[in-house]
T-cell receptor, first 114, second 111 residues
């Protein structure tokens, strides 16, 4: 158990809909990262928050947005969903915010868009 | 942008055989990390290498960081079925990405 929690575990929805994925980092970790993992694909970095502020942005679509709340939990919002958005979405956390910090991954949310 | 290339993409071995996965970067890396993702699971941090030429061992796993800090390898001696999974290397990105992951090497072990 990494100490990172993600809900829900599975999500099935239809094209055009909007969903919210939730992540609680390990106790004491200030950074939260969101990744997308499609079938046979690596981990695509979406966005990072550090202590409530956006720190880095990767290949995140404009239809996707995220935020980190004062209690450090984070939410990833996916809107106008398309079939291609079906993937595993991982949240990870770390104490610091840079590339030296090992990241602790949550169990992921499997999103299926029908 | 920064890319980390990993080969092979897949590897099937008989139980007891050795396994190696390689990671290459076009630029010098300040450090490299390795993660393992079991089937149906999430990535789990294995190790971080920082120094040029560094070699670290974890039981049957040997991790190396190249002298030029542009490549790394993970070698597993005498694989076991518990080694099954995808092994990712990751290095610091430039600009907008704190960590760039390779596409991973999926290891299958045949008993």
């Amino acid at each position: 158990d990494s100490g990172v929690t993600q809900t829900p575990k599975h999500l099935i929805t239809a094209t055009g809909q909007r969903v919210t994925l939730r992540c609680s980092p390990r106790s004491g970790d200030l950074s939260v990262y969101w990744y997308q993992q499609s079938l046979d694909q690596g981990l695509q970095f979406l966005i990072q928050y550090y202590n409530g502020e956006e720190r880095a942005k990767g290949n995140i679509l404009e239809r996707f947005s995220a935020q980190q709340f004062p209690d450090l939990h984070s939410e990833l919002n996916l809107s106008s969903l398309e079939l291609g958005d079906s993937a595993l979405y991982f949240c990870a956390s770390s104490g610091g915010g840079g590339g030296y910090n090992e990241q602790f991954f949550g169990p992921g949310t499997r999103l299926t868009v029908l | 942008g920064q890319q980390v290339m990993q080969i092979p993409q897949y590897q099937h071995v008989q139980e007891g055989e050795d396994f190696t996965t390689y990671c290459n970067s076009s630029t010098t890396l300040s450090n490299i990390q390795w993660y393992k993702q079991r089937p149906g699971g999430h990535p789990v941090f294995l190790i971080q290498l920082v120094k040029s030429g560094e070699v670290k061992k974890q039981k049957r796993l040997t991790f190396q960081f190249g002298e030029a800090k542009k490549n790394s390898s993970l070698h597993i001696t005498a694989t076991q079925t518990t080694d099954v999974g995808t092994y990712f290397c990751a290095g610091p990105g430039n600009g907008n990405t704190p960590l760039v992951f390779g596409k991973g090497t999926r290891l299958s072990v045949i008993a």
